[in-house]
């Protein structure tokens, strides 16, 4: 299949092959057609593999004959009425796909806008009053505009939900349900992820109207050309023997998730102790700070970038080649997530997990998810001391297992979610 086959303009076309893109991926060619067809969807691919334009590029289609139609009749409404809504779970994704749509709708007459929390809320206010097609926003400040009077979306044909169960993980069931409340019932509703937990189909029961079911991959994958390796070592040489591998492998650029913002920025510290150029991202710090760290590791200026799993979605750097899981996560589904950075598009990567015996029923989880046994291995030197092991891993186990009974009772609310 070829765009040119997907009823999609010559002029988008045109663009498509500017911008290098030859042929449709998987999920950009069963989606495109089904979206052009005005049918809800509910579709799955593994990271790295197009998502972003598999809805983006029907919507601008859609909307630039809508704009066509509208000033053959004369009929322009001014200020603009936001016509399509995608929602993201974390700003970095957010800024992604606004990215997106202004690539592919370039000289296409529709205006994007991009609203989330941590800067000015007057400056995006301002631009929203003025008009726009196309908003790409977060729920909370989204919530936000809409409670100021900023926007309607009385008029909205479009809503799409990019990642709805890391937004449901993030703790926002009550913001999205407080912006279903205001976009019109007859609508088009898109609902893309990685990964469909139960919460996301229960979801896709609200929001969606016949949806066509569209699944690339086998559900909850990773992409094929990424090696997950697992060492096995004790939880207090973790920082050593990250230490060492980044050392030992001259890694340029590698991307380490921590559970915690503190365990980020302890590790960051301990690996600059020891002559690596790391730094620590996540939420506390301002929008202005994560977007100058951000440009500084895509251009190589630090080696090491160690996140929480805000950086787990909508993190796109190029050709980044390895993804350290410090600590496991405690959501099985955001592992995918997580390694979901490197291996893009097709390219190769390796997915790297430190693991201690109290993370034994996290990886239970992460393998039932996969359906897969990740294979656990000593690095010479950093072997495990097998003889303090047990008490310790009964102990974490069961805190484990309080910590994930508790999120799941309240809904998996993470407390204090970032707008």
């Not at 019109?184 to 949806?211: G, M, N």
């Not at 297992?401 to 998996?412: F, I, L, P, T, V």
Request: net charge positive; hydrophobic share 45%.
């Amino acid at each position: 299949m070829s765009f040119s086959s997907m009823a999609l303009s010559q002029k988008l076309i045109s663009l498509l092959s500017e911008l290098g893109y030859l042929a449709p991926t998987p999920i950009q060619a069963q989606a495109i057609p089904v979206i052009l067809a005005g049918k809800d969807i509910m579709a799955g691919a593994q990271t790295g593999t197009g998502k972003t334009a598999a809805f983006a590029l029907p919507i601008l289609q859609k909307l630039s004959d809508n704009l066509m139609t509208g000033s053959e009749a004369g009929d322009a409404v001014h200020p603009k009425p936001v016509q399509a809504l995608i929602l993201t779970p974390t700003r970095e994704l957010a800024l992604q796909v606004y990215q997106s749509f202004g690539k592919y709708g370039k000289d296409s007459g529709l205006d994007t806008a991009i609203v989330y929390g941590g800067v000015s809320i007057d400056a995006q206010a301002d631009t929203l009053k003025a008009g726009v097609d196309i908003l790409v926003a977060t729920p909370g400040r989204l919530l936000d505009h809409l409670r100021r009077g900023s926007l309607t979306l009385k008029q909205l044909s479009f809503l799409v939900f990019d990642e709805a169960d890391r937004m449901l993980d993030m703790g926002f069931k009550d913001e999205i349900d407080a912006i279903l409340r205001k976009v019109p019932a007859q609508r088009q509703t898109l609902l893309f992820s990685a990964t469909f937990a139960p919460s996301v189909f229960a979801l896709s029961k609200r929001l969606l109207r016949e949806p066509e079911l569209i699944e690339v991959d086998k559900r909850n994958t990773v992409a094929a050309k990424v090696e997950q390796l697992v060492y096995a070592v004790d939880a207090d040489r973790k920082s050593e023997l990250i230490c060492h591998l980044a050392k030992s492998k001259q890694w340029q650029q590698v991307l380490i998730f921590c559970r915690k913002k503190v365990g980020a920025d302890q590790l960051a510290a301990k690996m600059s102790q020891s002559g690596i150029k790391a730094q620590a991202f996540h939420g506390d710090l301002s929008q202005a700070a994560r977007e100058k760290v951000l440009q500084q590791f895509k251009l190589g200026d630090i080696q090491v970038l160690v996140a929480t799993d805000v950086a787990a979605r909508g993190l796109d750097v190029e050709e980044l080649k390895v993804v350290v899981n410090y600590e496991l996560p405690f959501i099985a589904e955001d592992y995918i997530h997580r390694i979901g950075r490197t291996g893009r598009a097709g390219n190769a990567g390796q997915a790297i997990t430190l693991y201690c015996e109290d993370d034994a029923l996290l990886l239970e989880e992460i393998e039932a998810l996969l359906d897969a046994r990740l294979p656990q291995q000593w690095l010479p030197g950093f072997e495990p001391d097998l003889t303090k092991l047990a008490p310790v891993a009964r102990k974490n186990s069961k805190a484990a297992q309080r910590q994930r009974a508790k999120r799941r009772a309240s809904g998996g609310k993470k407390p204090g979610a970032r707008r």
